[in-house]
């Protein structure tokens, strides 16, 4: 018997990490966003932040988490899209801040801070762009206060507004918007009322999926 | 198969503080099954894309979304899983008195002692970040080196 022991032994490795391999994946793997067919997409569209024009044939819908590292390095490839297909695009903005981020929902406290003085992409793109900075501080909210020193906001203003219960109650209602959709997890994406799988989150395939939606769309 | 365990269990006898090897051989396998087990969670986390959501810090996303991450498209992690299971192996076989089994595992562990430092300095001069779980692997990989610097010499 013991001549097979070490044979049993590397065999039985084996299979335990394949089963365990399988089990994790099965356990990991991210659910795809859904949307429910009877909640519309544009409905309470006014709650997120929009830019493009109103009539665009397609509608972008992100939501997305500040301090997310993935939300962050997307952040510049779709300002280059909405660039792009420019005005036959829309983007549309929302905050879904996680609990595991222990800055998150302060950052986005202060992009509608600042969008309550008409700058919110100006912070969106600079939070987003300075987030390895921040997201390692050990008090964000000052680094904030300097951004929004550095966008040339109101600072008192932006200090009061981001502690107040009109920019909580839109954080609110975008993570509302998000639990009607199924959002689970940022960055989680919609075109045209569609959930994009995790796995097409990347520049090209958004762009690949945004042309493909362009194309029906402006065929008459 | 097994008269070969045996004239190398034999030759073993004769060269090798038995008890000793055993030992060494078996904590190179505990060990090898903590470096087993990283890798796993690491080839997972990367087939699922799980560096798309926002689990892990800023660092390990650098990391492990980074080109030095895959190679050929395959997450590096999943060879990473292999080796960790052949060096498993070996030191299994070695620990019941295969010699050939005790050169091999020598071998892969230097092998994979040159990845590791390869891995290293990549986070640390290329991309400016560690990741915990590669650290991890690193400093599993390094005892595998020290058992095997301090493995039973030939009398």
Known sequence: MKRY?????????????????????????????????????REGTEGGHIRGPADAPVTLEEFGDYECPPCGSLAAPLNQLEHDYRPRLRMTFRNFPLNNHPHARDAA???????????????????YKEQSTWSRAADARVLFSAYAGTLGLDLARFERDRDSDKVKGR????????????????????????????????????RATVDAAIKPAVTP | MNSRRSASAATAANTF?????????????????????????????????????????PDCFRVLGSSYARLG????????????????????????????ARNL?????GLMFAVTLWLLAVQALILHAFCRF??????????????????????
């Open chain 1, 171 to 206: 954080i609110a209602d975008d993570e509302k918007r998000a639990s009607a959709l199924g959002v689970k997890t940022t960055p989680s994406i919609f075109i045209n009322d569609q959930p994009i799988p995790s796995a097409a989150l990347h520049p090209s395939a958004l």
């Open chain 2, 105 to 109: 595992f020598s071998l892969t562990v």
């Open chain 1, 5 to 41: 022991l070490p044979f049993v032994i590397v065999t039985l490795v084996a299979l335990l990490s394949i089963t365990g391999g399988a089990v994790l994946y099965h356990a990991k793997r991210l659910p795809e966003p859904s949307a429910p067919k009877q909640v519309s997409l």
């Open chain 2, 134 to 155: 590669c650290l991890l692997s690193a400093a599993v990989t390094f005892l595998l080196a020290g058992l095997v610097v301090a493995r039973p010499r030939p009398s």
């Open chain 1, 109 to 127: 406290c202060a992009a509608e801070a600042a969008g309550l003085q008409g700058r919110f992409w100006e912070m969106h793109d600079l939070l």
């Open chain 2, 73 to 100: 498209g395959i997450p590096i992690a999943l060879f990473g899983a292999l080796a960790y299971f052949t060096v498993f192996s070996f030191a299994t076989f070695a620990a019941f008195g295969y010699n050939r």
């Open chain 2, 17 to 57: 503080s038995p008890r000793g090897s055993v030992i060494l051989y078996a904590v190179a396998a505990v060990i090898a099954l903590i470096g087993l087990a990283d890798a796993i969670y690491l080839s997972v986390q990367a087939l699922t894309g799980e560096t798309l959501v926002c689990g892990g810090s």
